[in-house]
T-cell receptor, first 113, second 113 residues
Framework: QQQVKQSPQSLIVQKGGISIINCAYE??????FPWYQQFPGKGPALLIA?????SEKKEGRFTISFNKSAKQFSLHIMDSQPGDSATYFC????????????FGKGTKLSVKP | NAGVMQNPRHLVRRRGQEARLRCSPM?????VYWYRQLPEEGLKFMVY????????ESGMPKERFSAEFPKEGPSILRIQQVVRGDSAAYFC???????????FGDGTRLSIL
């Protein structure tokens, strides 16, 4: 039973473009939604996170949009750069960030120069 | 300012042997989480520990797997009598609790011959 569904599986974007990755969840008890970036051979690194009391959070070129009624959230990467090429995972948890994280299957992003 | 340290980075075992994976959390962190990642998959939660206590082991296989986080020293994930299906990357994350985010190590890649 997959509780967090992530799409697309892979994404190719031109340098300077906008990368958009979507996630949908089923459990309305989730109250913490982080995004992680993972490079090959490395562990996931926390990019940005949101709680359901806000609809949008922006940090630099990264923005999370959150739609509580649709049970969906998305990551937007503005002005995408080749260095952003990595695998991105959305996740969700209950009990805030203390709870165990339920991860999506990941999106492999390639930004072409 | 060391992050989460995992060792070994790579571990090769033959079927039937034991595997021991170690995780030293970030300084000041007393909460440790173990996750398993299969190729092309997201991370799957295994176990959540605080010092000397298992808080949530709902993701641990019922047999052959165990985890501990002693008062002194690193957290240990132990896999007895390994089988080919145990081949995966095992990641440890730590947090300081109190609704603080989880930070990941670079993982241990376990290969079973």
């Amino acid at each position: 039973q997959q509780q967090v569904k992530q799409s697309p599986q892979s994404l190719i974007v031109q340098k300077g473009g906008i990368s958009i990755i979507n996630c949908a969840y089923e459990n309305t008890a989730f109250d913490y939604f982080p995004w992680y970036q993972q490079f090959p051979g490395k562990g996931p690194a926390l990019l940005i996170a949101i709680r359901p009391d806000v609809s949008e959070k922006k940090e630099g070129r990264f923005t999370i949009s959150f739609n509580k009624s649709a049970k969906q959230f998305s990551l937007h990467i503005m002005d995408s750069q080749p260095g952003d090429s990595a695998t991105y995972f959305c996740a969700a948890s209950m009990n805030g960030s203390q709870g165990n994280l339920i991860f999506g299957k990941g999106t492999k992003l390639s930004v072409k120069p | 300012n060391a992050g989460v340290m995992q060792n070994p980075r790579h571990l090769v075992r033959r079927r039937g042997q034991e595997a021991r994976l170690r995780c030293s959390p970030m300084k000041g962190h007393s909460h440790v989480y173990w996750y398993r990642q299969l190729p092309e998959e997201g991370l799957k939660f295994m176990v959540y520990l605080q010092k000397e206590n298992i808080i949530d082991e709902s993701g641990m296989p019922k047999e052959r797997f165990s985890a501990e986080f002693p008062k002194e020293g690193p957290s240990i994930l132990r896999i007895q009598q390994v089988v080919r299906g145990d081949s995966a990357a095992y990641f440890c994350a730590s947090s300081s609790g109190g609704n603080q985010p989880q930070h990941f190590g670079d993982g241990t890649r376990l290969s079973i011959l």
